[in-house]
């Protein structure tokens, strides 16, 4: 069985918050999780985890629900803008 990555609960909120988000778009286009699972090539047990923002859930899985979702260019969005990162490298630079 795969480890669970543990985290702080608020960072489980934002997984959750995540699922939902993915759970609402997956209704919005009128899909059954059965449609969805069978599309994005998982098992419908691995999308009801995606759905609930599950953190053993590989970034595959994930990804391939958005793509079916035609949102696969939110994973762009990720560390997209790092404010801190530029920070830091502007002080390496200085």
Do not use: C, H, W
């Not at 069978?38 to 590989?58: C, F, K, M, P, Y």
């Not at 958005?66 to 990720?78: H, N």
Request: a positive charge; zero cysteines.
């Amino acid at each position: 069985e795969r480890k669970k990555v543990m985290l702080f609960p608020k960072d489980q909120k934002i997984m959750e918050r995540m699922g939902e988000q993915i759970r609402l778009a997956r209704r919005r286009r009128g899909l059954t999780t059965e449609q969805l699972a069978e599309r994005a090539d998982i098992n419908r047990s691995t999308l009801r985890q995606v759905e609930r923002g599950s953190s053993s859930v590989s970034m595959g899985a994930y990804f391939a629900t958005l793509k079916v979702l035609g949102l696969s260019e939110d994973f762009l969005k990720l560390a997209a803008d790092d404010p801190l990162g530029r920070k830091l490298q502007d002080l390496k630079l200085a």
